[in-house]
């Protein structure tokens, strides 16, 4: 027997419920499941890369400019409409949840205003969709560690060194840089020194003195992750990224925080469509004459996974709420975003065992979403990096 009743979806309930925000929901989440899902289910299992026609129908629904002003051509929003659209987008593929990040007025931040002003239009219509190159061989979460140089030479730095986890770098319209200027001085911070360039690209190509292999993930498929090397690649002297950080949120703190509860919203979404998938399974599924979802353990099994969920929903709303009205959230954002992506490795692998053996091929989405959720615990941080948030702000720093 098989089951087509559409599940029960989770809606926007007071104090996050608006007009706006409701008819915004209902309208990614039918683009999700009529456009997003069905590419995800073709594509993900041949580890293929997100269709540029479907990044031209994100831009036109203005999804690349969530949080940028509306002078700008943006909507004008917020960290909760930003993460609400990014769980539903995850919930189909999580690639297309994580690509909106890569505008949102990133790359925008240099110091020329009337430059700008150009970047924060094209980042709104979704040309001008960008990559981060942080982290390094021997810097991940220390990223005080950064080794790679930019060296100022006339009008331009000349950058050496070796970068790796770039996501989208090929694809991508440019690459925000982390580099080291010069050495800290006794008495200094370890992150003296640190500056982060704008390196600007063509799509599809890497410039002169940049070249690259993708690294083979296991998930997060949709487009590629990178390991760099940058030998004596030039970028202009003014494209350094302003300490005041990306217009389309409010500084580089703020941004970390919004990035964490994003992150949280995409694992939420992930652990969602394994409930859906689960909550279908369940009754089309037949043993013993008849469906497992009539058996109590699976019943209960369920009743957990769906309750595990809605739980970092609201608390991810909730501290999305904080950011927008301005309070400062930074250990309630690293809460959020540890909880959610623990949750989320749980319940996608509890999935995975409802199913039995289905589970346990690209036949069925939960395995994507088992992948994909298992990453949330390790990108935009750890969870060993949010519980040092986390204690940090509860306890004296060690010495």
């Not at 593929?93 to 110091?111: K, T």
């Not at 990223?143 to 100022?152: D, S």
């Not at 770098?169 to 006794?186: G, N, S, W």
Request: charged share 25%.
């Amino acid at each position: 027997m098989t089951v087509t009743q559409e599940p029960a979806l989770p809606e926007l309930t007071a104090p996050w419920h608006t007009p706006e925000r409701a008819k915004l929901l209902d309208t990614v989440r039918a683009f999700a499941r009529d456009r997003v899902r069905p590419l995800a289910d073709e594509l993900d299992p041949q580890k293929g890369l997100i269709p540029a026609e479907l990044l031209t129908e994100l831009a036109d629904l203005g999804l690349f400019g969530i949080t940028i002003p509306t002078a700008y051509g943006g909507l004008g929003l917020g960290a909760f409409e930003y993460a609400m659209v990014a769980e539903e987008l995850a919930r189909a593929w999580m690639s297309v949840g994580s690509i909106i990040a890569r505008a949102q007025g990133l790359g925008c931040g240099l110091a020329d205003a009337s430059r700008r002003d150009e970047l924060l239009r094209r980042s709104a219509a979704g040309t001008w969709i960008g990559a981060i190159a942080l982290s390094e061989p021997d810097a991940g979460s220390d990223l005080a560690g950064v080794q790679t140089r930019a060296v100022l030479d006339g009008d331009s730095y000349v950058v050496t060194g070796h970068k790796r986890w770039c996501g989208n770098a090929e694809a991508a319209d440019f690459i925000q840089v982390l580099v080291r200027t010069r050495d800290p001085e006794d008495g200094e911070p370890r992150s003296a020194g640190l500056e982060t360039l704008l390196l600007e690209k063509e799509r599809g190509a890497f410039p002169d003195g940049l070249t690259g292999e993708p690294i083979d993930k296991i998930g997060y498929h949709g487009f590629l992750t990178w390991d760099l090397v940058f030998d004596g690649v030039r970028i202009p002297a003014g494209n350094v990224v302003t300490t005041g950080g990306d217009e389309g949120f409010s500084g580089v703190g703020s941004w970390l925080d919004i990035a964490r509860v994003h992150t949280a919203a995409r694992a939420v979404g992930l652990a969602q469509g394994a409930v859906e998938d689960c909550q279908a399974y369940l009754q089309e599924r037949e043993q013993f004459g008849h469906p497992i979802g009539d058996f109590q353990a699976l019943r209960f099994a369920l009743a957990d996974m769906a309750s595990e969920v809605e739980q970092a929903r609201a608390f991810y709303r909730q501290v999305a709420h904080l950011l927008d009205v301005g309070e400062d959230a930074t250990r309630q954002a690293a809460m959020c975003k540890l909880r959610a992506t623990e949750m989320a490795a749980v319940v996608t692998a509890e999935a995975m065992q409802l199913h039995g053996g289905n589970g346990y091929t690209t036949e069925r989405s939960v395995e994507r979403y088992w992948r994909d959720a298992r990453l949330t615990t390790i990108f935009e941080g750890t969870s060993e990096i949010q519980r040092k948030i986390i204690s940090d702000g509860l306890l004296p720093r060690p010495a």
